[in-house]
């Protein structure tokens, strides 16, 4: 049973570029929510996805969107990058209704 | 607003001892969930530990235990007989839940706990 897998494993982009991540959910979930984790600190919640619709929102700014699709994976992306968007992008998944969230590996972003 | 304080931002405990993680939280809400996640150097975040805020009794998984005070909204983490792949950093997390499904998770800093051979 395959877990929660994210692609790339590492990014390095440069400022005002664009990027996007990618993540696939646990077997049988159908929610994924995105976090940012800056070096030294707990994750901070980006938004959630269910039935391929942002359900829940954090405090980011609109460069930050994401997509779900049918298969309940998902992207993220950022657009416009600052070098404060450098840190480690974790996905969760989780089926509705449950408590537990499940996290990928995550993708380690690097802003230059 | 949620919030989740971690006040011990390192520890360190001997192979085979017991070591307690603090945790506590600060919300209105009657209904939720917490939990204790693990992240190795490996970066994954791994589930140790839920804890329901309607059930009085603690959770237990294994060497893991957790003592839930929901009055003083503390929520601290035992760890008992501890291992090396204990080494990691802690995060305490904090999630509103209702019925329509679960909701985004707030966590604390952290405490990184080094267990010493």
């Known amino acids: 049973d395959a877990g929660v897998t994210q692609s790339p494993t590492h990014l390095i982009k440069t400022r005002g570029q664009q990027v996007t991540l990618r993540c696939s959910p646990k077997s049988g979930h159908d929610t994924v929510s995105w976090y940012q984790q800056a070096l030294g600190q707990g994750p901070q919640f980006i938004f959630q996805y269910y039935e391929e619709e942002e359900r829940q929102r954090g405090n980011f700014p609109d460069r930050f969107s994401g997509h779900q699709f049918p298969n309940y994976s998902s992207e993220l992306n950022v657009n416009a990058l600052l070098l404060g968007d450098s840190a480690l992008y974790l996905c969760?998944?989780?089926?509705?209704?449950?408590?537990?969230?499940?996290f990928g590996p995550g993708t380690r972003l690097t802003v230059t | 607003a949620q919030t989740v304080t971690q006040s011990q931002p390192e520890m360190s405990v001997q192979e085979a001892e017991t070591v307690t993680l603090s945790c506590t939280y600060d919300?209105?809400?009657?209904?939720?969930?917490l939990f204790w996640y693990k992240q190795p150097p490996s970066r994954q975040m791994i589930l140790v530990i839920r804890q329901e805020a309607y059930k009085q009794q603690n959770a237990t998984e294994n060497r893991f235990s957790v003592n839930f005070q929901k009055a003083a909204k503390s929520f601290s983490l035992k760890i008992s007989d501890s291992q090396l792949g204990d080494t990691a950093m802690y995060f305490c997390a904090f999630m509103i839940y209702s019925g329509a499904g679960s909701y985004q998770l707030t966590f604390g800093k952290g405490t990184k706990l080094s267990v010493i051979p």
């Open positions: 969760a998944s989780s089926l509705v209704g449950a408590g537990e969230q499940y």
């Open positions: 919300t209105s809400e009657n209904n939720y969930y």
